[in-house]
């Protein structure tokens, strides 16, 4: 009987001290946190890993822990350089955003994080990729469209560069009308999607936000490379020209005003002694 009785008095003990730990456990986990975002905050971004996986570790549902980790991670990631060293911490980035998602689907944070690892690491089509799930995920994401639009840009650009140097020449700006027909051709087949699909979402990306002129920049931008793609049809071609012209006109302006009212909002929150 004595037994029976210790029984349950035993696993309430038991039970008391696992509270005890989980809860020490977790002010651990914040202690790793807080040290975790000073240390980011002062640039020491491997120290802020070390902290922040230790958070996971000692909790892993202590919330944005795991997102710091993969923020840590994605911020060592050095743009367009593929060494072993500088891939993991892209890879582990990637999988820590994914363990976040995995928590909360749709976290858009999780899902950029992701698409602009891709994009750092030359990898435009799960860049994209990515960027599409923000946009189903928030439709009005003018950042996401622009993202999209820009990517398509940079593979017309290099796909025009190449098969310019090819038939020996340079870009002259103005569509290239002297590009041999064959060549001309083939830089149709490459760059037709991409020049659709980037006008396209850069229009999207102006629609949502009518402010923003690093989209009409690159809107006159992708309208310069529409025009490589008329092989012959110099009217096609001038009408190309004309719109890049009126988006670079659009885009000076536009930049000139966002600057304007951001100066304006500084000098109201000067007071005057």
């Known amino acids: 009987m004595n037994r029976i009785a210790r029984f349950?008095?035993?696993t309430m003990a038991t039970l008391s001290l696992l509270v005890s730990v989980t809860g020490c456990q977790k002010l651990k986990a914040r202690d790793q946190l807080n040290k975790g975002v000073?240390?980011?905050?002062?640039?020491r971004y491997e120290e802020a890993i070390n902290h922040f996986e230790?958070?996971?570790n000692d909790d892993p549902k202590l919330p944005m822990a795991r997102s710091y980790l993969a923020t840590a991670y994605a911020q060592q990631v050095v743009p367009d350089l593929t060494t072993p060293d500088n891939?993991?911490?892209?890879d582990l980035a990637i999988q820590n955003f994914?363990?976040?998602?995995?928590?909360?689907?749709?976290d858009i944070n999780?899902?950029?994080?992701i698409a602009s690892i891709y994009f750092n690491t030359d990898q435009y089509d799960k860049a994209k990729e990515w960027q599409q799930k923000v946009l189903q995920a928030d439709p009005?994401?003018?950042?996401?469209?622009?993202?999209?639009?820009?990517?398509?840009?940079?593979?017309?650009?290099?796909?025009?560069?190449?098969?310019?140097?090819?038939?020996g020449m340079t870009d002259d700006g103005e569509g290239n009308a002297k590009l041999p027909k064959k060549a001309c051709q083939q830089l149709t087949e490459q760059n037709t999607p991409l020049v659709n699909e980037g006008i396209d979402?850069?229009?999207?990306?102006?629609q949502i936000r009518p402010s923003y002129d690093d989209a009409m920049a690159y809107l006159q931008l992708t309208y310069r490379r529409k025009a490589d793609l008329e092989c012959g049809d110099d009217a096609a071609r001038k009408e190309d020209m004309a719109l890049v012209d009126q988006w670079r006109e659009k885009a000076m302006n536009t930049r000139k005003e966002n600057e304007e009212k951001k100066n304006n909002a500084a000098g109201q929150g000067v007071t005057m002694q």
Do not use: F, H
């Open 110 to 113: 999780s899902m950029k994080g």
């Open 38 to 43: 000073q240390a980011y905050k002062s640039a």
């Open 87 to 90: 891939m993991k911490n892209a």
């Open 54 to 56: 230790q958070a996971v």
């Open 140 to 167: 009005q994401d003018a950042e996401a469209a622009y993202t999209i639009g820009s990517i398509d840009w940079r593979l017309a650009y290099r796909n025009a560069v190449q098969i310019l140097k090819d038939a």
């Open 8 to 10: 349950p008095v035993m």
């Open 98 to 106: 994914q363990k976040v998602l995995a928590e909360k689907p749709g």
């Open 201 to 206: 979402y850069l229009q999207k990306a102006v």
